[in-house]
C-alpha cells in the first residue's frame, strides 16, 4: 500500500476513533500548509454521518472551524515573517521581487475574493492564510472572506456527500 493510502486509511481510522475532534485537527492543520488529506477526511466523515456513525452538525462544526481557525493561524504565521520568506527565499520557486509586487496589488484589488475561493482550491487552500498574510492583506477583510469560505466550503463537503451518497452508490 502506497504512503498516501496509508495516510488516508490512517486518517479514515482516527475519524471513525475519536469523531469529529480528528476532523478538526487533521482539517486545521491542513489549513494552514500540512500536507493531510483534509477534504478527504471530510468527505468521509460525511459519509460516516449517513450511517449514523457521526452526528452531521458536529462533522459541518469541526471542518468549518478547523478550516478557518487553520487560516488564520496561517495568516498570522504570514504576517509575522512570511514577507522576509518570500524576500529572502521566494526566488527557489521564482517568485521574483516583481512577482511578489504583482500578488501584493491583487491582494489588495482582490484580497476578498481570492481568500474566498482559494479555499476550493487545492494546494490555494493550504497556503490561502500565508500568503495573505505575507503580503499584507488587511485582517478584517481576511477575516470575513476566510469565515465566508469556510462555510460555504464546510458545507458543500459536508453536505454533499450527505445528500448524495445514494446517488454516488448506484454507479460505484
Given at each position: 500500500m502506497s504512503f498516501f493510502h496509508q495516510a488516508a486509511a490512517d486518517v479514515e481510522h482516527l475519524i471513525m476513533v475519536y469523531g469529529a475532534l480528528a476532523l478538526f485537527v487533521v482539517i486545521y492543520f491542513e489549513s494552514f500548509g500540512v500536507p493531510l488529506p483534509g477534504?478527504?477526511?471530510?468527505?468521509?466523515?460525511?459519509?460516516?454521518?449517513?450511517?449514523?456513525?457521526?452526528?452531521?452538525?458536529?462533522?459541518?462544526?469541526?471542518?468549518?472551524?478547523?478550516?478557518?481557525?487553520?487560516?488564520?493561524?496561517?495568516?498570522?504565521?504570514?504576517?509575522?515573517?512570511?514577507?522576509?520568506?518570500?524576500?529572502?527565499?521566494?526566488?527557489?520557486?521564482?517568485?521574483?521581487?516583481e512577482r511578489l509586487a504583482q500578488v501584493e496589488s491583487l491582494a489588495r484589488r482582490r484580497g476578498f475574493l481570492m481568500v474566498l475561493t482559494a479555499r476550493f482550491v487545492v494546494v490555494l487552500r493550504q497556503l490561502n492564510g500565508l500568503v495573505a498574510g505575507s503580503v499584507g492583506m488587511p485582517w478584517t477583510h481576511f477575516v470575513a472572506a476566510n469565515g465566508l469560505g469556510g462555510a460555504l466550503w464546510a458545507g458543500l463537503w459536508t453536505l454533499g456527500p450527505y445528500y448524495f451518497a445514494d446517488l454516488f452508490g448506484r454507479f460505484i
Open positions: 477534504e478527504s477526511a471530510l468527505i468521509a466523515a460525511s459519509l460516516l454521518a449517513t450511517r449514523g456513525d457521526l452526528d452531521l452538525g458536529h462533522v459541518f462544526l469541526a471542518a468549518f472551524l478547523g478550516g478557518v481557525l487553520g487560516d488564520s493561524t496561517g495568516y498570522l504565521i504570514g504576517h509575522i515573517g512570511g514577507r522576509r520568506l518570500l524576500e529572502r527565499y521566494g526566488s527557489l520557486v521564482k517568485l521574483t521581487p
